[in-house]
């Protein structure tokens, strides 16, 4: 497996933006598909956004897409997901995940988490 460590959550006001990143270790990072997830008080975790193994395909959930951007760095083991327009709604716990091969969205699907970053979107 995978470990992966990520950083940059925090309180942004909403139309605010945020950029999360995910380092990786202990495997070859670019046999890996990579993907955020988010689980919001009281709710499920949700795929979020996804990036295949090799970068050229990326999923977004509906909800996010147009206003997120997930892209990946295999020199340096990272993903970044920058967060614009951000809305109260957005306010979860952001996951990184990893597998390997290609790209699903099923959390199941997924055998790497990181700890996981809070962000908070205030009104």
């Known amino acids: 497996q995978v470990q992966l460590v990520e950083s940059g959550g925090g309180l942004v006001q909403a139309g605010g933006s945020l950029r999360l990143s995910c380092t990786a270790s202990?495997?070859?990072?670019?046999?890996?598909?990579m993907a955020w997830f988010r689980q919001a008080p009281g709710k499920e975790r949700e795929f979020a956004a996804g990036?295949?193994?090799?970068?050229?395909?990326?999923y977004y959930h509906s909800s996010v897409n147009g206003r997120f951007t997930m892209t990946r760095d295999n020199a340096k083991n990272t993903v970044v997901l920058e967060m614009n327009s951000l809305k109260p709604e957005d306010t979860a716990v952001y996951y990184c995940?990893?597998?390997?091969?290609?790209?699903?969205?099923?959390?199941?699907?997924?055998?790497?988490w990181g700890q996981g970053t809070q962000v908070t979107v205030s009104s």
């Open positions: 990036i295949s193994w090799r970068g050229g395909t990326e």
């Open positions: 202990g495997r070859t990072f670019s046999d890996y598909s």
């Open positions: 995940a990893a597998r390997s091969g290609g790209l699903r969205p099923g959390q199941a699907d997924f055998g790497s």
